[in-house]
């Protein structure tokens, strides 16, 4: 049950103050009668608002094709944001629509975002070692031995207090591999591979858990079920 002014400012529709005018004006129901008290409770299934249902009233988990060149930051500040690809009433909820992790701005792929607090914080707990597949493009040849560096979970990188966890390498040309990474330091894959005397001209995340991104296009997004990551079932759905 959640007050209706409530409803409608959480879920985006309007300021709490304009919801209140919304409501007086009657364009808003429960249980199909029109309901004037704005401090009213009501199941947001029984609630229609201008004649239909709330939107996603429970709330939202996207899956995303991040393009190049968008930050994962809310800070305007920073330049033009991922959040810019999303419907106008779904960048003003509250809990705001986040990240679930974040995506440098020239890294692409698979990116998760939803307004579930607590999912966030499960899914970017070190605890959980949800597992991660980058593919990078690196500006000099890879070598074999790497593949031992980084499944030895001792590479320490600058100013970071643990070394890494052991990650998998999986070379598939000269210069391009798979990195499966279960933990998420600032620009992990760079400094890892800068380690090495390389840099990454090209990153690109592939899988997140057991999520692909299909045949979504870059700034293209599909949701996915609330359920998807439900407590208990583990990290690792199918998408
Ligand atoms: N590692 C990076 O260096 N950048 C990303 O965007 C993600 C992982």
């Given at each position: 049950m959640r007050r209706l002014d409530q409803l409608l400012a959480n879920l985006g529709?309007?300021?709490?103050?304009?919801?209140?005018?919304?409501?007086?004006?009657?364009?808003?129901?429960?249980?199909?009668?029109?309901?004037?008290?704005y401090g009213r409770?009501?199941?947001?299934?029984?609630?229609?608002?201008?004649?239909?249902?709330?939107?996603?009233?429970?709330?939202?988990?996207?899956?995303?094709?991040?393009?190049?060149?968008?930050?994962?930051?809310?800070?305007?500040?920073?330049?033009?944001?991922?959040?810019?690809?999303?419907p106008p009433r779904w960048r003003?909820?509250?809990?705001?629509?986040?990240?679930?992790?974040?995506?440098?701005?020239?890294?692409?792929?698979?990116?998760?975002?939803?307004?579930q607090t607590e999912l966030v914080h499960r899914l970017t707990s070190p605890k959980h070692k949800v597992p991660k597949v980058y593919r990078a493009t690196v500006d000099q040849a890879l070598t074999p031995d790497l593949v031992a560096l980084f499944a030895a979970g001792t590479l320490q990188l600058d100013g970071?207090?643990?070394?890494?966890?052991?990650?998998?390498l999986r070379i598939l040309a000269p210069r391009e591999a798979e990195l499966v990474l279960t933990e998420g330091k600032y620009h992990q894959v760079r400094r890892m591979i800068a380690a090495t005397g390389r840099t990454v001209l090209s990153l690109h995340r592939t899988q997140f858990g057991h999520l692909t991104l299909g045949n979504l296009a870059p700034g293209q997004w599909r949701e996915l079920e609330l359920s998807t990551f439900a407590r208990g079932e583990g990290v690792a759905s199918s998408g």
């Amino acid at each position: 049950m959640r007050r209706l002014d409530q409803l409608l400012a959480n879920l985006g529709y309007c300021s709490r103050r304009e919801a209140r005018g919304w409501i007086e004006a009657g364009r808003v129901t429960v249980d199909g009668a029109v309901v004037t008290d704005y401090g009213r409770k009501a199941p947001p299934a029984a609630v229609r608002i201008d004649g239909e249902p709330p939107d996603h009233p429970d709330g939202l988990l996207l899956l995303m094709h991040k393009p190049a060149g968008l930050v994962c930051s809310h800070d305007e500040r920073e330049g033009p944001n991922i959040y810019s690809l999303l419907p106008p009433r779904w960048r003003l909820r509250n809990p705001l629509v986040t990240s679930i992790g974040r995506l440098d701005k020239d890294t692409t792929g698979l990116l998760l975002l939803t307004d579930q607090t607590e999912l966030v914080h499960r899914l970017t707990s070190p605890k959980h070692k949800v597992p991660k597949v980058y593919r990078a493009t690196v500006d000099q040849a890879l070598t074999p031995d790497l593949v031992a560096l980084f499944a030895a979970g001792t590479l320490q990188l600058d100013g970071e207090k643990e070394p890494c966890r052991p990650a998998e390498l999986r070379i598939l040309a000269p210069r391009e591999a798979e990195l499966v990474l279960t933990e998420g330091k600032y620009h992990q894959v760079r400094r890892m591979i800068a380690a090495t005397g390389r840099t990454v001209l090209s990153l690109h995340r592939t899988q997140f858990g057991h999520l692909t991104l299909g045949n979504l296009a870059p700034g293209q997004w599909r949701e996915l079920e609330l359920s998807t990551f439900a407590r208990g079932e583990g990290v690792a759905s199918s998408g």
